[in-house]
């Protein structure tokens, strides 16, 4: 089954644990991205890769970093976490470019207290 | 900027009524637009997708219509059911570059029975 798999779900940390949400997708997509949405907010992008070790940032990098050593993963490292970290996460990805269709993970929810 | 603009932010109606979701955009040069419907707690799925040289675009009880030339676009549906509770959030797809989508904040639809 095509799919873009989260873990953890839930993770409750605080604040300066360093954490890593995973990310992996089985459609060989080239195109993946990090999100997090808020109340009121939307979803906002985080960083967004293009291809194998090509990362960019988004709109709302700061506090976070991504690397992308193989096609599939694609993880979201938060070296020192702060309780506005909180928010919910959605990785996805898309076979080319955001033009592509996204599909979503399921997403992570964090709270950093 | 590139921005993408919902009208209303929430919108609640009684089973079995129609509606319609509105979305304004400043991306340019445009490539596509998607409508995603996002279940509560859960990733945003594809409902539409949208190019330059169509109108109107069918998934059921949804459908989709854009105007390039005023840069807006609209979401109806039908007959709504208690499963179409979700947030509907449209994103628009420049050219050119590496096609980052750009989000829009989403609306909030209730269905009462």
């Known amino acids: 089954e095509a799919q873009v798999t989260q873990n953890p779900r839930y993770l409750i940390t605080v604040t300066g644990k360093k954490l890593t949400v995973t990310c992996s997708q089985n459609m060989n997509h080239e195109y993946m991205s990090w999100y997090r949405q808020d109340p009121g907010l939307g979803l906002r992008q985080i960083y967004y890769?293009?291809?194998?070790?090509?990362?960019d940032k988004g709109d709302v990098p700061e506090g976070y970093k991504v690397s992308r050593k193989e096609k599939r993963n694609f993880p979201l490292i938060l070296e020192s976490p702060s309780p506005n970290q909180t928010s919910l996460y959605f990785c996805?990805?898309?076979?080319?470019?955001?033009?592509?269709?996204?599909?979503f993970g399921q997403g992570t929810r964090l709270t950093v207290v | 900027k590139n921005q993408v603009e919902q009208s209303p932010q929430s919108l609640i109606i009684l089973e079995g009524k129609n509606c319609t979701l509105q979305?304004?955009?400043?991306?340019?040069?445009?490539?596509?637009l998607r409508w995603y419907k996002q279940d509560t707690g859960r990733g945003p799925v594809s409902l539409t997708i949208?190019?330059?040289?169509?109108n109107t675009k069918s998934n059921g009880r949804y459908t989709a219509t854009l105007d390039a030339d005023t840069k807006q676009s609209s979401l109806h549906i039908t007959a709504s059911q208690l499963s179409d509770s979700a947030s509907y959030i449209c994103?628009?797809?420049?050219?050119?570059?590496?096609?980052?989508?750009?989000f829009g904040r989403g609306t909030s639809l209730i269905v009462h029975p």
């Open positions: 994103v628009v797809s420049g050219a050119g570059g590496s096609y980052i989508p750009t």
């Open positions: 996805a990805s898309s076979l080319y470019g955001g033009n592509t269709e996204a599909f």
């Open positions: 890769s293009m291809n194998v070790e090509v990362t």
């Open positions: 979305c304004n955009y400043t991306v340019s040069p445009f490539s596509n």
């Open positions: 949208m190019t330059f040289s169509e």
